[in-house]
């Protein structure tokens, strides 16, 4: 049987193609109104899609400590999304990303534990550090925490959700009416947890929600992310947007994982995937210069040089990328700004190519063609091992995402490689992962 | 902290601000929410509170048991697990005549009701006891407006940077 694969949709006020909410259709108001995500969770459903994702930064977008004039806004807050399009949906799953770094353990397990319950069993946790350094200043911290660091707090901090979410046992609640008797105490454990970061009493004050514990993804693709990613994630979303490079980092998690003592058949990576479909492989190419045209100059310079931590506003923006300039700067890159820089290198691409480039996709993989050709590269990818499946990143909604979920979803169906139904209610059916065993968790007793 | 904030003002300018209990800084609470045991311990937390927050909506919190069969089912949720909070008793038409009196007495500004069973006195509080409040003109007819500062006649806060 072909392998199938999963899907998800990255929600994204306005659109992911950075200049998609200039795009006629799009009314920009409506970002941070409950209908704009309530559509997107809908279409996502309709297209039988594993779940819904929603980011997080913790800090506006800024340039020179000014708001960015040209860029779109970040989302609302990625629970309150879910929680609100819980309610308008019955099986799609629903993933919330929440720093580890900016957030304390037992809040998180807590809102996560509601969201599933919520949701009867939808919930997954994209867990980041935070990338962003300006996010410390919006938490009582003269920096941002060092990266080594970061990861080492996220392990604690995961942990201590597990326990906290493993702390009710199956079978606590009794709701004995007779005896008067709500909870059985004997099924309820504290974790007592004294650690490097954090000390946590529990238990948690909610019981086992439906899944055990959310599905846990990660985000991260530089070494300390990968070595996380082998230890919790369930689900990966790489920013991947060459081939060869999303199979070795696959490859890379999978191999790390049996050391870990997981069983590296259950992961699934999602790379990020924005599609420019047209009826005719030409009609796609002009959608993509009409979109690369609203692109704001500025916009491309800033995100480069925000991606690269190096201001490039006063090179020639038809000169090359200054890579030796920028590789001298010894910032710590990551692995998508070193695989742009190999390729403007490469290619002799200039600064406003690359400032296209990041701006267009924010550096995850794009397709420009016809839905029959978008769902002959998905296969490939999906065929070579470079992934299980994407995260669809519309150029802007609500068009674009209806467009794939009518035009891309049935083509995949009828080739075998997309379920035509959901098999089961919650998320880990979905994705085919495991409910956790009460006592997985470490620290649970 | 050094800001802005990630998303644009909300709505309402501000979430209500909602105080239960201790005042906490002067005019910082928009909706006072009080648990007093009695209406003359009432009439003594507003009159505190009227000094600190002059504008807050007071707002007592009442636990209510409502029905032909209240006196029994409050009898039999006693023997389960008592508390000590301000309850009522009785039927739908006699918590409206007790809450118009309350009002009359210029004691609160309104009530955060508590159904002690739901869905039961739930229903009954917006099914016999609502309509009896409108007609005695304590209640309107139907929102007015569409924000929670509009239904509690609040102001959208100015933004400190207004100017």
Sequence with gaps: ???????????????????????????????????????????????????????????????????????????????????????????????????????????????????????????????????????????????????????????????????????????????????????????????????????????????????????????????????????????????????????????????????????????????????ILGSTEKEALAKEKMLNELLHPAVGIWMLSEQMQFRLYDYPQDGPLPTKDIRASGSAFTPRVVHLMERADREGLSVRECGILVAASRSHGSFVGTPEMLVDHMKLWLDEGACDGFNIMPAWFHDEMDLFVDQVVPILQRRGLFRRDYEGPMLRHHLGLPIPAASAGRLAA | MRGPLN????????????????????????????????????????????????????VVRLEVILGETAAKRAAELDAMAADNRLRFVGTPEQLAAHLAEWHAAGVCDGFDILPAVMPIDLDLLADEVVPRLRARGLRPGGYAGRTLREHLALERPLSRFAA
Aim: proline residues 5%; glycine residues 10%; contains cysteine.
């Design chain 1, 1 to 275: 049987m072909t392998r199938q694969m999963h899907l998800g949709v990255f929600t994204y006020p306005g659109g992911h193609h950075i200049a998609g909410w200039r795009h006629g259709s799009v009314v920009p108001g409506d970002i941070l109104g409950y209908d704009y995500y309530r559509r997107t969770a809908e279409a996502a459903e309709r297209g039988k899609f594993d779940l819904v994702f929603v980011g997080d930064m913790l800090a506006a977008r800024e340039k020179d400590g000014r708001v960015i004039a040209q860029g779109a806004l970040n989302n609302i807050d990625s629970i309150s999304i879910l929680s609100a399009v819980a309610g308008a949906t019955k099986h799609v799953g629903l993933v919330a990303t929440l720093s580890t770094t900016y957030n304390e353990p037992f809040a998180i397990a807590e809102r996560f534990s509601s969201l599933d319950h919520l949701s009867g069993g939808r919930a997954g946790w994209n867990i980041i550090t935070t990338a962003n350094d300006d996010a410390a200043l919006n938490f009582s911290r003269k920096s941002h925490m060092e990266k080594t660091m970061r990861y080492q707090r996220a392990g604690e901090f995961v942990d201590i959700c597990k326990g906290l979410w493993d702390g009710w046992k199956e079978g606590a609640i009794v709701a004995d009416r007779a005896e008067g008797t709500f909870v059985d105490t004997s099924k309820v454990h504290e974790i007592d947890h004294k650690g490097q970061f954090f000390s946590v009493k529990g238990a948690l004050d909610l019981p086992r929600s439906p899944q055990g514990w959310p599905v846990m993804v990660q985000a991260g693709g530089s070494p300390a992310g990968l070595e996380f990613a082998a230890t919790v994630a369930e689900v990966i979303f790489a920013a991947q947007s060459d081939r060869e490079q999303a199979i070795k980092f696959r490859a890379a998690v999978k191999q790390r994982m049996p050391g870990h003592g997981r069983d590296p058949a259950i992961l699934k990576v999602l790379p990020g995937l924005l599609p």
């Design chain 2, 7 to 58: 998303v644009p003002r909300p709505v309402q300018g501000q979430p209500v601000i909602i105080h239960c209990g201790a005042p906490v800084t002067a005019n910082s609470a928009e909706v006072v929410l009080t648990e007093p045991a009695t209406m003359a311990e009432a009439k003594a937390g507003r009159a505190k509170w009227q000094a600190l927050s002059p504008r807050a909506r007071y």
